[in-house]
Antibody, heavy 117, light 107 residues
Framework: QVQLVESGGGVVQPGTSLRLSCEASGFTFSTYGMHWVRQAPGKGLEWVSIISYDGNTKYYADSVKGRFTISRDNSKNTLYLQMNSLRAEDTAVYYCAKGGVIVLDSWGQGSLVIVSS | DIQMTQSPSSLSASVGDRVTITCRTSQSISSSLNWYQQKPGKAPKLLIF???NLQSGVPSRFSASGSETDFTLTISSLQPEDFATYYCQQSYSTLWTFGQGTKVEVK
């Protein structure tokens, strides 16, 4: 079955960087687009970014554009989110999700990022 | 960006009740609308895709309809395990967006 396992979260200071990873198994990773979605404490879901199956196409929410970079290594079945210039408002649980053409059909358990001085 | 408006933001219901949640978009999205369920401390779970298609394994008491800008999720007979927060999400534009969520609570 599909498994997505995020890692790399933690507590960081404003202005610093962090890289999240999402290790995928149970499906042919290299044939699916992948997404990051986040959820601030007590708040709703916010779509963050998408990367195409081959890594050639990427889109970002306006709130993270220019600061976050999505990437993937299909040889390692792993998705990444490089987060730079972190702000307090980036504090959230970050989920990776497997994307069908139009839907997020499988989700990881999430990785908590806290940005605080 | 396409804006999503869910209503109500929360509702109180009893087991066996029929529950309806609506989602309105700021522009037409054809049928590119999905519904998710999220329970506290858990990842969201896909319920409905492409406006009205039930995801495999999801109970048939869940149904959905709509197109263009107006969409509805219905739970025909609320069960104890259905108390959760529900989100709509559009995949029409390159920048996907979620509704703000509807929390279904015990009456």
């Amino acid at each position: 079955q599909v498994q997505l396992v995020e890692s790399g979260g933690g507590v960081v200071q404003p202005g610093t960087s962090l890289r999240l990873s999402c290790e995928a198994s149970g499906f042919t990773f290299s044939t699916y687009g992948m997404h990051w979605v986040r959820q601030a404490p007590g708040k709703g879901l916010e779509w963050v970014s998408i990367i195409s199956y081959d890594g050639n196409t990427k889109y970002y929410a306006d709130s993270v554009k220019g600061r976050f970079t999505i990437s993937r290594d299909n040889s390692k079945n792993t998705l990444y989110l490089q987060m730079n210039s972190l702000r307090a408002e980036d504090t959230a649980v970050y989920y990776c999700a497997k994307g069908g053409v139009i839907v997020l059909d499988s989700w990881g358990q999430g990785s908590l990022v806290i940005v605080s001085s | 960006d396409i804006q999503m408006t869910q209503s109500p933001s929360s509702l109180s219901a009893s087991v066996g009740d029929r529950v309806t949640i609506t989602c309105r978009t700021s522009q037409s999205i054809s049928s590119s609308l999905n519904w998710y369920q999220q329970k506290p401390g858990k990842a969201p779970k896909l319920l409905i895709f492409a406006a009205s298609n039930l995801q495999s394994g999801v109970p048939s008491r869940f149904s959905a309809s709509g197109s263009e800008t107006d969409f509805t999720l219905t739970i025909s007979s609320l069960q104890p395990e259905d108390f959760a927060t529900y989100y709509c999400q559009q995949s029409y534009s390159t920048l996907w967006t979620f509704g703000q969520g509807t929390k279904v609570e015990v009456k």
